[in-house]
């Protein structure tokens, strides 16, 4: 079972132009294959006119569901070497796609390759990159007099605050690294004197920046 891995966090657009041919790299997270399928599909209508729309991605959390395709361009010079930037960045849920608008001058096999890995390296570099983590998300809800001190404890903490709510109490949603939920209540508990009730939602992953 998975307890993290590397993703990217939204959508990054970068643009080169090589040997007068105009490359558009977009990366995107995507949360499965239906998503990456929808992704590539979208950036294929929307350079429709473009010579090629190669793409590579790796739309689970193991790292094993992964396509690619050259997408007229010859085989093994687009969508294999865009795949290998992903690899080699240790990626998961992450798709990408090369737009190609031909300039006039051939690049051969050596030169595509060279491209192509090029344009998705450079915008992987450009992205931002996210832990995805295991977490557990609780409720931890006080009254009214500890609200500062309990705002207080989650600036310092390594936690992320999703939501408050304010009622007869103060309920403040928070996911927290599983693996250290049960430190965090306890110093949290301690902090507060014990003026506080937990109760646990649910467990998920999350995205950290790195």
């Known amino acids: 079972m998975v307890e993290k891995y590397l993703s990217i966090s939204g959508e990054t657009v970068t643009e080169k132009v090589i040997e007068k041919s105009r490359f558009i790299t977009v990366s995107r997270h995507v949360d499965g294959e239906e998503e990456a399928k929808a992704f590539i599909a979208e ?87 996210v832990i995805y983590e295991k977490c557990a998300e609780s409720v931890y809800a006080v009254d009214y007099p500890e609200v500062d001190a309990a705002l207080r404890f989650f600036g310092k903490e390594d936690c992320n605050l999703l939501n408050t709510e304010y009622a007869d109490k103060v309920a403040f949603t928070v996911a927290v690294r599983r693996e250290r939920e049960e430190q965090f209540n306890c110093a949290i508990t301690n902090f507060l004197n014990g003026r506080v009730t937990i109760e646990k939602k649910r467990e998920y992953f999350f995205p950290f920046e790195v």
């Open 43 to 129: 950036i294929s209508k929307k350079h429709a006119e473009a010579t090629h729309n190669c793409y590579a991605y790796v739309c689970d959390k193991l790292g094993n569901n992964l396509r690619f395709s050259d997408d007229g361009e010859p085989q093994g010079t687009a969508g294999m070497p865009m795949l290998e930037v992903l690899r080699a960045n240790g990626l998961c849920e992450t798709a990408v796609v090369v737009t190609r608008y031909f300039g006039g001058i051939k690049l051969g096999a050596g030169g595509l390759v060279r491209a192509y890995s090029g344009c998705v390296a450079e915008n992987i570099a450009a992205a931002q990159k």
